[in-house]
């Protein structure tokens, strides 16, 4: 097992050209006294989307380290895998997020389910946990039906693990990461204590887990939901895992991962005070809003490098239902408060980034506009060498917008 830091921080960098202006950040970070080690992660479905390979994404981030001589670790995340994905992420990648959400709920062996309540008694009845006030009661009733929606989810991620071990040929290389964020249903703590026991019970070194939090975790906005409910549920989920460390033999690096963290400021406070209590770690995913900066510095270029950017939300309209369907849970977008083609192609340089750059206070800002920016990065793949020479023409613009974003919107709030 590769030992993963204490407090890593997954930045997408969808066309390959950012992974200096976001080193930058993490420079400032480490500048301003702390220390967040980058992890650059794309999924499959953003590779497909764009038509990229993982070994691009490793020889971008390769590069900027080199560039920018960083000499602290950084990782390279094959985000999102499972079995039918994962091949072509073995070689570049040394971060897994193994996710098995899709195997939730399917139905568990009956004589599985007997096996992993024959072996953890502990997990029956009263059930206390240091740092949760009540303690947890769990019914024999309780662990069948949690084993029968998360065994099969736990025996997959298994199944991966062991395949990546076999590819890798070890297991001393890689950090692993098991998600189950993409699903409806939250996880509440208890079961997150069952699924705890299950991964160990399948020999997995797992280092970063990734729930589903009460709330909506949309892409590249804010959170939406019971900042108070969110923030009982992630002490009480800090507190399983310590209990889980302790009781399951897993690595004592073991932390929360929180997916599509980027941009959800209203929980940023909760968080910066749990982990200030508790002396946890965390890892947190961006939702790839990088390219968002990458548009908002070609529309504060104006001119042609504007007119581009206009281009793209045209088209992103007129491609709407194609381009959210493979988002549509993470995205809630209202098409009565999307701006027209016509008004957006007269706007000034001012009123296109006001709509597009996540801050609250300007009166400008248009959630909608900028969720449906979000998911339209294909528009700009499919642009090919016009997008990617805009990006050169107005390198240091865009870097300028990449760098500030991470740092002054994410990296402070929550780190310093
Ligand atoms: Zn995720």
Redesign the pocket.
Known sequence: MKSCPKFTFGVGDRFAHQAASQLAAFQLAAQAGVDLVPVWNK?NREHLIIGSEPSGTRAAADKAVADLGWTQPYLLDA??INLKTVDRFVAPCDFF?L?V?DDIGEAAEPADIEAFIGKHPELLGTVSIAGIDAPFEITRADIEKTADQFLKATQKAGAIYRHIVEAKGGSDDFVTEV?M??TDKPQTPPELLVILAAIADQGIPIQTI?PKFTGRFNKGVDYVGDVAAFEKEFNDDLAVIAHAIASYGLPSSLKLSV??GSDKFSIYPAIRRALARTGAGLHI?TAGTSWLEELIGLAEAGGAALDLAKKIYATALSKKAALCEPYATVIDIDDARLPSTEEVNGWTSDQYTGALRHDQSNPLYNAHFRQLLHVGFKVAAQLGDTYLDALKANEAIVAKNVTTNLFDRHMKPLFL
């Open positions: 999924s985000d999102h997020t996710d959400a998600s964020d993409e990734a997916h599509s995913k």
